[in-house]
């Protein structure tokens, strides 16, 4: 049999050299496939496109070796459209309350995202996207005048969606096909997000600001007041506490959050049963009038710019200052991740005196007993003579 060569180098069989129409030597691939002659163009002669050629041959006789030549299915390809959809009633259902019931606030900001993301990249395929659309959507969002914590939260929808379909894909999830056409690359995870702690609200309450404002407020603020701080839930959650989500059997309240329809438990304090006690009906704090009634106290007291939401985030603080660890406060709060729970962490400027108290008791100067000092090796370095007049002078000074 004639074997053919192309720079002192065999072609294999299978492994064509041929002219194409432009009179440019290319190397072709010649493949049977259900019994019909296919010949395909691997690319101009070179002997990377060589390799290249080899590689596909004997990629061709390990398929046909295995019997699944030929079952090759085409790549399913679909539309930005098409892929919020799923996205959105496969993961959507996560976000319902218990019930079936759909949960409009942890669903709504969502489902607003999507909608942006679709404006965005209208009746483009997902595998064409790119971290240069996902670093574009960005900077629109943003010129339209939409906050940097927004953009984030868009960001994340983004990225969740094409780690969402890779896993689907993998795991043969309904309705997501196995040959569906992806980016190799999540487009999100190459964009970084703007900086979390650029827009974190960092005010926390001393001691005095709260009993000065517990001072000023009228009785149902004060319930409210101290509510949040024995049980920190959303302002939603704990309007929402009622005597039938009490377990007294294990001493906790167990309800749903609202913002992200998953289970919260929180243990009952004393504070919490003399509340619970001394509600006169089924719901434990009266929140009628709130927002005027709050504001009305934070202006008696003083406290220029307070929310509501600052008293969780001191309760979440204290809560590690006395040494509970980030996943009970995490707990507490709801979080699914500690992360979350350490950007609500705020810091006093006496922990940080404290902090350095603490270092300064365990590393002072040590005590040495001349009478039991030994000679000092001589490879230990020694201190030049201008070097310690310098310090002499400084100690003297």
């Known amino acids: 049999m004639t074997k053919f060569t192309w720079r002192n180098r065999v072609l294999p069989r299978g492994v064509i050299l041929a002219t194409n129409s432009s009179g440019i030597k290319v190397f072709q691939v010649r493949l049977y496939i259900n019994g019909k002659p296919e010949k395909r163009t691997m690319g101009p002669a070179s002997p990377a496109t060589l390799d290249l050629a080899i590689a596909k041959v004997n990629e061709y006789r390990e398929k046909k070796r295995l019997g699944v030549l030929g079952l090759e299915t085409k790549p399913e390809r679909w539309t930005i459209e098409k892929a919020s959809e799923v996205y959105w009633l496969l993961h959507g259902s996560q976000r319902r309350k ?23 990249w209208q009746g483009r395929m997902i595998d064409t996207i790119t971290y240069l659309d996902v670093r574009d959507f ?3 969002r943003l010129r339209d005048g939409v906050k940097a ?37 999540n487009p999100g995870e190459l964009v970084k997000k703007a900086d979390e702690h650029d827009f974190i609200r960092e005010r926390l309450l001393t001691d005095k600001e709260y009993e000065l404002l517990y001072m000023v407020a009228d009785s149902r603020i004060r319930r409210i007041m101290v509510a949040e701080m024995n049980a920190p839930l959303r302002f939603e959650d704990l309007s929402q506490l009622t005597k039938d ?20 438990y929180i243990p009952i304090s004393d504070p919490m049963w003399d509340l619970i006690r001394t509600a006169p009906g089924k719901q434990i704090l009266d929140v009628r009038g709130f927002r005027k009634r709050w504001e009305r106290a934070v202006k008696k007291a003083g406290l220029k710019g ?12 204290t809560l590690h200052d006395h040494g509970q660890r980030l996943k009970t406060i995490a707990g507490m709060l709801g979080h699914s991740s500690t992360q979350t729970t350490e950007r609500y962490l705020g810091l006093h400027a006496e922990n940080l005196q404290e902090a350095a108290k603490v270092l300064g008791n365990k ?7 001349r009478n039991r000092v030994e000679t000092v090796p001589e490879t230990d370095p020694k201190v030049s003579n201008s070097v310690s007049s310098e310090t002499t002078n400084h100690t003297e000074n």
Do not use: M
């Open 98 to 120: 218990k019930g079936g019931e759909i949960n409009k606030k942890a669903c709504g900001g969502f489902e607003l995202q999507l909608k942006y993301i679709k404006a965005a």
């Open 138 to 140: 960005r900077a629109k």
């Open 149 to 185: 914590s927004t953009v984030n939260r868009a960001h994340t929808v983004i990225t969740n969606l094409f780690n969402q379909l890779r896993y689907w894909k993998r795991i043969g999830q309904p309705p997501v096909p196995k040959n569906l056409l992806l980016p190799e690359e």
């Open 245 to 264: 989500r009490v377990n007294g059997k294990l001493n906790e309240f167990k309800g749903i959050q609202n913002k992200t329809g998953q289970e919260y």
């Open 306 to 317: 307070l929310q509501f939401r600052d008293l969780r985030r001191t309760a979440a603080t």
């Open 363 to 369: 590393y002072a100067v040590p005590k040495i007993d």
